[in-house]
């Protein structure tokens, strides 16, 4: 058997066996890959992850985003390899919110000492269509909500600037390393306030097509309204972008994010996930 790490020039031949929109990360600062072969170059076992806090040493953390294999028996290799490469960034926790996984991954996590739970998952999902009959996507935002098509990567870098500085970075570990293409463009806006960005909202396009959100933030005095212009903003140019059958994927990763979707989508549910979680020596 043959372990490799998954990465930027490898990750192509990973293409069959890991889900695109989760495979197209790798080559992010903050990604992780490992893969497992067998003599004859066929894929046996595979496993991707990102670390979290990484600017805390007291609460580094790496959450699982994939992880697949044939057999249990390849579980031992995969984990014992990415232990070191944990213990190397003194990560302090794994953690994992997966679909419910088959038998033998489902197995294979309880080996390696994950405590697991079945329950709501963190995702919901909704369309272009229906989010564009919310009552607030009705009314024109204001002129100083922006497309981050129309800013300049100046801009742009200075945006992410006043994000860091206080401590935002939505679910954006890399914030500061992800280039402004790599979100869409014209849903993707900013509040412009005296050509300083003092807000923004951050939507990346997966390889499915799938939309999601990974930034939303505001400051200043009026940043709550800001904050619905943004989304107001996001709705209207994405009904007129897309399809209205076009996916929007909510990440509800903390409370703020869970109120918002609550408020918005009052009916909509999370499919069941396996959570887990492990220390880490």
């Given at each position: 058997?043959?372990?490799?790490?998954?990465?930027?020039?490898?990750?192509?031949?990973?293409?069959?066996?890991?889900?695109?929109?989760?495979?197209?990360?790798?080559?992010?600062?903050?990604?992780?890959?490992?893969?497992?072969?067998?003599?004859?170059?066929?894929?046996?076992?595979?496993?991707?992850?990102?670390?979290k806090n990484v600017n805390d040493e007291a609460d580094t953390k790496a959450e699982l985003m994939w992880l697949a294999m044939e057999d249990v028996k390849y579980a031992a290799e995969?984990?014992?390899?990415?232990?070191?490469?944990?213990?190397?960034?003194?990560?302090?926790?794994?953690?994992?919110?997966?679909?419910?996984?088959?038998?033998?991954?489902?197995?294979?996590?309880?080996?390696?000492g994950f405590v697991t739970r079945e329950n709501e998952s963190r995702d919901v999902y909704t369309?272009?269509?229906?989010?564009?009959?919310?009552?607030?996507?009705?009314?024109?935002?204001?002129?100083?909500?922006?497309?981050?098509?129309?800013?300049?990567?100046?801009?742009?870098?200075?945006?992410?600037?006043?994000?860091?500085?206080?401590?935002?970075?939505?679910?954006?570990?890399?914030?500061?390393?992800?280039?402004?293409?790599?979100?869409?463009?014209d849903i993707s806006c900013a509040v412009r306030t005296d050509d300083e960005m003092t807000g923004f909202l951050l939507v990346h396009k997966f390889p499915s097509g799938l939309l999601m959100p990974v930034l939303l933030y505001a400051s200043g005095p009026n940043a709550k309204m800001d904050l619905l212009n943004l989304i107001r903003f996001a709705i209207r140019s994405a009904a007129a972008e897309y399809g209205p059958?076009?996916?929007?994927?909510?990440?509800?990763?903390?409370?703020?994010?869970?109120?918002?979707?609550?408020?918005?989508f009052p009916d909509k549910k999370g499919k069941m996930a396996l959570f887990g979680k492990r220390k880490e020596d």
């Open positions: 058997m043959k372990l490799v790490s998954i990465d930027e020039e490898n990750f192509d031949e990973f293409a069959e066996v890991i889900d695109m929109d989760i495979a197209e990360n790798i080559g992010r600062k903050y990604y992780r890959g490992l893969g497992l072969k067998d003599d004859s170059e066929n894929i046996k076992a595979s496993m991707i992850w990102e670390y995969l984990f014992k390899n990415y232990r070191e490469d944990v213990k190397f960034e003194s990560v302090k926790e794994s953690f994992f919110d997966l679909p419910i996984p088959d038998e033998i991954v489902s197995e294979a996590i309880n080996k390696q369309t272009v269509g229906e989010v564009a009959k919310l009552s607030l996507a009705q009314r024109r935002p204001p002129s100083y909500i922006i497309s981050l098509y129309d800013l300049t990567v100046k801009q742009y870098r200075q945006g992410v600037i006043s994000c860091l500085y206080k401590g935002k970075k939505g679910m954006m570990e890399d914030l500061s390393a992800v280039p402004m293409g790599w979100y869409e463009q059958d076009t996916k929007i994927l909510i990440r509800r990763h903390n409370q703020a994010v869970k109120a918002l979707s609550d408020k918005l």
